[in-house]
């Protein structure tokens, strides 16, 4: 499988401020699809952004944006304007043809919004 | 348009009972997936479905697990003879796009936790 990490176990960010989740990623596989997902302590699960390989632009979505740097195998979250209801776990994920396109998940970042 | 559904939210067991677990996907997906999250793991993939078929059972963790589907509709994931390393929460999720889709936004369910006592 190939593999996604998330080297930020917890994060910080004032409300109004821009945060940077980092996600890196391990492939050999020339076509790829990267998603973010947000879980709330709710514990659902909810899709945020995707950028596949072959895109040319940098995904955005509202506030959420991805820094996508293809050569550095990096994928970085960028939510802008942080607000006490981003407070959550983030996951960034790969698709996994061999498992008929599930999401191979990182460990996660838990992010902390303050007033 | 519902989402995913699953069913119990909470299932409280005692260790070597057999439990099910219920997904109920959104009409019309073909693919439905099970993931496991639990504290010490993260977020693991166990299986897939493409209809009522599921081609490789390779990330269920033991023996003790199976998965069906039927109608290419619910699925119920079912773990025999319970141990208290199976407490989790088990994810569903479902999605429209085939396995030649790129682009395959999961849509997830609401899990249902696990306790194994």
């Known amino acids: 499988a190939q593999k996604i990490t998330q080297t930020q176990p917890g994060m910080f960010v004032q409300e109004k401020e821009a945060v940077t989740l980092d996600c890196t990623y391990d492939?050999?596989?020339?076509?790829?699809?990267l998603f973010w997902y947000k879980q709330p302590s709710s514990g659902e699960m909810i899709f945020l952004i995707y950028?596949?390989?072959?895109?040319?632009q940098n995904a955005t979505e509202g506030r959420y944006s991805l820094n996508f740097q293809k050569a550095r195998k990096s994928a970085n979250l960028v939510i802008s304007a942080s607000q006490l209801g981003d407070s959550a776990m983030y996951f960034c994920?790969?698709?996994?043809?061999?498992?008929?396109?599930?999401?191979?998940f990182g460990k996660g970042t838990s992010l902390l919004v303050t007033p | 348009g519902a989402g995913v559904s699953q069913s119990p939210s909470n299932k409280v067991t005692e260790k070597g009972k057999d439990v099910e677990l219920r997904c109920d996907p959104i009409?019309?997906?073909?693919?439905l997936y099970w993931y496991r999250q639990s504290l010490g793991q993260g977020l693991e993939f166990l299986i897939y479905?493409?209809?009522?078929?599921?081609?490789?059972k390779s990330g269920l963790p033991s023996d003790r697990f199976s998965a069906e589907r039927t109608g290419g509709s619910v699925s119920t994931l079912t773990i025999q003879r319970t141990q208290q390393e199976d407490s989790a929460v088990y994810l569903c999720?479902?999605?429209?796009?085939?396995?030649?889709?790129?682009?395959?936004?999961?849509?997830f369910g609401p899990g249902t936790r696990l306790t194994v006592l």
């Open positions: 994920a790969m698709r996994e043809v061999l498992w008929g396109y599930a999401l191979n």
């Open positions: 999720a479902s999605s429209s796009g085939g396995t030649g889709s790129s682009y395959n936004e999961q849509f």
């Open positions: 950028q596949g390989s072959y895109d040319q």
């Open positions: 492939t050999s596989d020339p076509s790829y699809g």
């Open positions: 479905f493409q209809g009522n078929s599921a081609p490789d």
């Open positions: 009409s019309g997906h073909t693919a």
